[in-house]
């Protein structure tokens, strides 16, 4: 056995130094984590297998695995399904999936780091150091977010890539075989030179004349030789007009500011899960609890508040933090809160915002507003806590 | 080292009032004055004057409910006091909590870890929220406590001993100057408690102070200089263990024929008064009031070999810590 070295204790009646001699006096005072407390802190919560699995799965797995099928189905049989990527697929699930699923999983992450050092015990050990509680509170927020941001990051990355190199390159439906990247000039002078393809096979709402027919059958078999060929044209770049903003959609990647704006607000979501859950967590001194409710404000709360057209809601839509954040969403993107399909979900690009009360600087400040509040309870609460 | 404090040593009720602040230089490890907590109705620490001497072996015992880990958690800030002043080292509490707890390594009810995390990884997490020095201590203590050749193991499947291992290793991440430990020999094997006494005596011998509440009253006995008793709250003896024994009753064993009519002749001649006889065959046990006790036993063989009684043996037992304990808590009937 070693000894652990001994500092020469000091006589009764002399003073005990609070550090041993020659070494700088620790604030451990201060309210202010020190680097080795946030790593530590990052490493025990990187080594919850539980919650790490929980994390992946929902913001990495969940995409991945939704990509992964797209990717499949569209490789296996790419007549019937279309390509993972594009623009359109990329809002589907930036708007949609991944918010959703980066708050919950930020907040489950959350929630543990609230609590987990009361419930197993180690909150003690830690207090007895002497080291302030509200440093011990505060490290755990770089250290949490280090981790959500990262597998938010992540899952994100996965899907902007999918949307980017999983992009169709060209539309080969009903034999079209439209070629990407086309101006809207462009696009009606390669529907001109193929009039009876597109007069049969791309899609139009305007009245077709009656002596062009389009049989069922192979485009060989196409018979529209009672109308002369300028009309056909004619007809054919009325067509292209018609569609280009649907052979945009289709083809286009989603553009770099798009894909960084919403990546920060994805970001932004799983940064409010984890603050709002740690302070949850922390107030209430257990996890399972505060994630339950967490959750439901994030599927059932949310779309029922941006639903709602009930005047005396108005203030509680105007100080909850869900619609704050989805009045953050960028403008390009259609607003889904809650999951597709659960009400309010996905619209057009911009249809959401016109249904949220507050301006951009205000859903800011309520976000703040709740951070803050939410920080302040849970250290509060961590600094009055017997221990 | 037993008995070295005896002379800072007074019954409580004469403990004179605390004295200034000064205490910065004070020769306690731990002070209390007049420190009382309440859980509504019922007062867990009432009114306790609790002194440790710097550099000893504190023992502070009481029963199940005494008010013992209360005070601890006060001690460490752990919960409020409602009333009276404590100083760790000679650092007030709390107003100084960070100075004090600084040189202060403690276990606390039970020593609990992260149990998905390796013996190693926890004393990382623990040594972090220390001075920076602390992190270089992680090996040292480890190999002092036994636990190197388990500590990349997650504590998940550590057993009880080696838990309390892993707390006082934890302990000693602070190269305490002041350790408190609250039931370290609970779970450990009879080899696991010679390891832990080891371990305390070799820090109480290296100038620490170790208050060790316990239940084990054998081994407090065996490892520590001073012991305060707790009763309801309040400290109702301390000082060192051989000053307080020694005020504690004698038992005198007395192997004679005839032990009925010897006890007859004891209480005839008087002796009843300041000793109690009892038959325990083959002779009878004597319980003498505390004090130098040479005197009386002599008393004793006069009267016996007087009466015409065949004295085989007498022999003087010193009453131990446990059935002093006993005594004092009123666990035990006063045999005098």
């Given at each position: 056995?070693?000894?652990?070295?001994?500092?020469?204790?000091?006589?009764?009646?002399?003073?005990?130094?609070?550090?041993?001699?020659?070494?700088?006096?620790?604030?451990?005072?201060?309210?202010?984590?020190?680097?080795?407390?946030?790593?530590?802190?990052?490493?025990?919560?990187?080594?919850?297998?539980?919650?790490?699995?929980?994390?992946?799965?929902?913001?990495?797995?969940?995409?991945?695995?939704?990509?992964?099928?797209?990717?499949?189905?569209?490789?296996?049989?790419?007549?019937?399904?279309?390509?993972?990527?594009?623009?359109?697929?990329?809002?589907?699930?930036?708007?949609?999936?991944?918010?959703?699923?980066?708050?919950?999983?930020?907040?489950?992450?959350?929630?543990?780091?609230?609590s987990r050092d009361l419930t197993e015990g180690v909150f003690r050990h830690l207090v007895i150091t002497g080291r302030s509680r509200l440093a011990l509170y505060l490290a755990r927020i770089p250290a949490g977010l280090a981790i959500v941001g990262t597998v938010v990051a992540i899952g994100y990355a996965l899907v902007c890539a999918v949307s980017i190199f999983a992009a169709p390159s060209f539309v080969d439906d009903s034999n079209a075989n439209v070629p990407p990247g086309l101006s809207e000039a462009g696009f009606e002078h390669w529907a001109a030179t193929?009039?009876?393809?597109?007069?049969?096979?791309?899609?139009?709402?305007?009245?077709?004349?009656?002596?062009?027919?389009?049989?069922?059958?192979?485009?060989?078999?196409?018979t529209p030789a009672q109308t002369a060929p300028p009309a056909l044209d004619a007809l054919a770049v009325r067509i292209a007009r018609q569609d280009y903003s649907g052979y945009r959609g289709i083809f286009l990647r989603p553009p770099a500011t798009l894909m960084l704006t919403a990546g920060i607000w994805i970001e932004l979501e799983a940064a409010v899960g984890f603050v709002l859950g740690l302070g949850l967590a922390s107030l209430l001194g257990q996890r399972t609890g505060p994630v339950i409710l967490l959750i439901m404000s994030q599927l059932i709360l949310d779309p029922i508040l941006?639903?709602?057209?009930?005047?005396?809601?108005?203030?509680?839509?105007?100080?909850?933090?869900?619609?704050?954040?989805?009045?953050?969403?960028?403008?390009?993107?259609?607003?889904?809160?809650?999951?597709?399909?659960?009400?309010?979900?996905?619209?057009?690009?911009g249809s959401g915002q016109s249904l949220l009360p507050e301006s951009p600087a205000l859903a800011a400040c309520v976000i703040a507003a709740w951070l803050t509040a939410w920080t302040i309870l849970g250290a509060w609460r961590m600094m009055t806590r017997d221990a | 080292m037993k008995g070295r404090h005896a002379a800072a040593y007074r019954r409580p009720s004469d403990v004179k009032p605390a004295p200034p602040p000064a205490a910065l230089g004070s020769e306690w490890a731990v002070e209390t004055r007049g420190l009382t907590k309440r859980f509504r109705s019922t007062t867990a620490v009432n009114d306790v004057e609790l002194l440790v001497p710097r550099g000893s072996a504190f023992g502070y015992l009481g029963p199940n409910g005494a008010g013992k880990t209360t005070l601890i958690r006060l001690l460490l800030g752990l919960t409020r006091a409602d009333a009276g002043t404590m100083s760790l080292l000679g650092y007030p509490?709390?107003?100084?909590?960070?100075?004090?707890?600084?040189?202060?390594?403690?276990?606390?009810?039970?020593?609990?870890?992260?149990?998905?995390?390796?013996?190693?990884?926890?004393?990382?997490?623990?040594?972090?929220?220390?001075?920076?020095?602390?992190?270089?201590?992680?090996?040292?203590?480890?190999?002092?406590?036994?636990?190197?050749?388990?500590?990349?193991?997650?504590?998940?499947?550590y057993s009880m001993g080696m838990r309390q291992r892993l707390g006082v290793a934890a302990c000693l991440l602070a190269d305490p100057w002041?350790?408190?430990?609250?039931?370290?020999?609970?779970?450990?094997?009879?080899?696991?408690?010679?390891?832990?006494?080891?371990?305390?005596?070799?820090?109480?011998?290296?100038?620490?102070?170790?208050?060790?509440?316990?239940?084990?009253?054998?081994?407090?006995?065996?490892?520590?200089?001073?012991?305060?008793?707790?009763?309801?709250?309040?400290?109702?003896?301390?000082?060192?263990?051989?000053?307080?024994?020694?005020?504690?009753?004698?038992?005198?064993?007395?192997?004679?024929?005839?032990?009925?009519?010897?006890?007859?002749?004891?209480?005839?001649?008087?002796?009843?008064?300041?000793?109690?006889?009892?038959?325990?065959?083959?002779?009878?046990?004597?319980?003498?009031?505390?004090g130098p006790g040479g005197e009386l036993i002599a008393e004793v063989n006069r009267i016996l070999i007087a009466g015409g009684i065949s004295v085989y043996r007498l022999q003087s037992v010193q009453a131990s810590l446990e059935s002093w304990f006993l005594h004092v808590t009123g666990r035990q009937e006063d045999p005098r």
């Open positions: 056995m070693t000894s652990v070295p001994v500092h020469s204790a000091p006589p009764p009646g002399q003073a005990v130094p609070a550090a041993p001699a020659g070494q700088p006096r620790d604030r451990r005072g201060s309210p202010l984590p020190t680097g080795a407390m946030i790593s530590a802190t990052l490493m025990e919560l990187r080594r919850r297998r539980g919650l790490m699995v929980a994390l992946v799965l929902m913001a990495i797995g969940l995409p991945g695995l939704f990509e992964g099928i797209r990717l499949l189905l569209h490789a296996f049989a790419p007549r019937t399904n279309p390509p993972a990527g594009g623009d359109m697929i990329f809002a589907v699930l930036v708007a949609g999936f991944l918010p959703t699923f980066a708050f919950i999983a930020a907040a489950t992450a959350g929630c543990t780091a609230g193929r009039a009876r393809t597109v007069i049969c096979d791309l899609p139009y709402s305007g009245r077709v004349p009656p002596d062009v027919a389009c049989p069922a059958g192979p485009i060989s078999s196409l941006i639903a709602a057209k009930i005047p005396a809601l108005e203030p509680v839509r105007r100080w909850f933090f869900g619609l704050a954040l989805a009045r953050l969403e960028p403008a390009a993107l259609p607003m889904a809160r809650g999951l597709p399909g659960v009400s309010g979900g996905i619209g057009g690009p | 509490v709390p107003r100084q909590r960070d100075l004090a707890l600084a040189r202060v390594g403690a276990i606390v009810d039970e020593p609990r870890f992260h149990r998905h995390l390796t013996g190693r990884q926890n004393l990382r997490l623990l040594s972090a929220a220390r001075e920076p020095a602390a992190l270089d201590r992680i090996g040292p203590v480890l190999d002092r406590t036994g636990m190197t050749d388990r500590a990349d193991d997650r504590v998940a499947d002041l350790l408190i430990l609250d039931e370290p020999m609970n779970g450990l094997d009879p080899a696991g408690i010679a390891g832990m006494r080891d371990i305390i005596l070799s820090l109480v011998a290296e100038g620490r102070t170790v208050v060790l509440s316990s239940h084990l009253l054998d081994e407090v006995e065996r490892t520590c200089d001073a012991v305060a008793i707790v009763e309801r709250g309040t400290i109702i003896r301390q000082g060192p263990i051989s000053e307080l024994l020694a005020g504690a009753a004698v038992t005198l064993r007395v192997e004679c024929s005839e032990p009925d009519r010897a006890r007859d002749l004891l209480a005839s001649a008087g002796l009843g008064a300041s000793a109690q006889a009892v038959p325990a065959p083959p002779g009878l046990e004597i319980t003498l009031p505390a």
